[in-house]
């Protein structure tokens, strides 16, 4: 894998990803310290209101503070598109997005026709608008992210923070906003030295991706700024944090691998019961069957996720378990909603980002073989 044949992020440094997760970490740590002294505030009172009003939904500080850099992330890259978006095409945008999910005949022509929609209806291009900050805008934004339909999981958070903001008066909530946009950019100024140096090719495929991608239903996905691959480089590090010392404890471990980490060039054997795909180790030069001969020296199974669209229908048989932990593989743009689904769903689980994406899909035509830093993977199985 060369630099040039990279979509938009590499995460490899003379061949090994060890330098980035230390990188990830250290970042990390120096920007809870940061955030500590400088937007405590804030962070503390979306907490106690959260513990007050939604004790269920109640976790530790550094998480409310991630949802509160998303709200500014978000706030700063699609506040301007969602304000020019009427209110009266979000319900039938939701509809598309929910028949998909009735069968694959639905689910080709409801993309089709989402794709079409999506993009003369939410997509505009970005000018400088004066939008005021309150919870209403706020909660347009929400809508307009939902009917993008790549933001699940993100909406579930903040609507809490929307709930926290309808807490307070018009000059309160336009503080509280500021107050995310502040540090959402402080944030991804801050990463400009450390871990944006990982976003290779990034600004480069952006200028050509309206184009080719223009109405189709991922448009959002593969458009997604630079600054939300490293919302989502920080995320999937503060969540993996958080249930570290719960999943060490489980009895028994699984990982989820993409197919998009096959060997294109061979004939794979995996093997289905029409529910799971599993490894058959057929041959040498598969990236899936490196990883899953080597978790088989700590009795971790592997499995393989088709599309992360499958992913969802996937976690269902292990909702609750109290048994198995997961760890989750994906690209930089997947991982946080993916560990925060599973966080809901009560599944302790790990992640550990692809070193580039390349599946079909979203990136590459021809596909491209990704690959893992197994050494992380050991990491946090053994």
Known sequence: MTTNNVPTYLLTETNSGTNFYAKLS?????????IGKQ?????????????????ENARNETE????IIIAGTLWNNYSSEANKTNNLFFPFIY?????????????????WARGIISYFVLHHKQTQVLIKKTA??????????????????EVIRLNLFYEYLLSLDETEQCKAIEECINLSTSVYKSAT??????????????????THYRCRENYFFVNRRPNEYIMNMIGAEILNRSMKKEFSAKRSKAVLLPTCMRNEKISCKAQSDGKELVCASCSDLCNIRMVSAAMKSYSVKVYL????????????????????????????????????EMKRLGIISQCVFLNYCGCKKHWSKKGICTDININRLIELVK
Request: charged share 20%; proline share 2%.
């Open 64 to 67: 409310h503070m991630l949802e």
């Open 95 to 111: 509809f598309l997005y929910r028949i998909r999910n009735y069968g694959n005949y639905f689910k080709k022509y409801s993309d």
């Open 136 to 153: 209403s805008e706020f909660n347009h934004l929400l809508k307009w992210l939902t009917a993008t339909g790549e933001f699940k999981e």
């Open 39 to 55: 937007h405590q505030f804030l962070n503390k009172e979306y907490s106690a209101f959260i513990i007050k009003h939604s004790p």
């Open 26 to 34: 250290e970042f990390t740590d120096q920007l809870l310290v940061n």
């Open 193 to 210: 030295q450390t871990l944006s140096k990982y976003l290779h090719n990034t600004e480069i495929f952006l200028k050509t991706s309206e």
């Open 305 to 340: 996720i088709p599309h992360s669209s499958d992913f969802s229908r996937f976690l269902v048989k292990w909702k609750m378990n109290s048994d198995t932990g997961l760890v989750g593989v994906a690209c930089v743009l997947n991982l946080l909603t993916g560990g925060y």
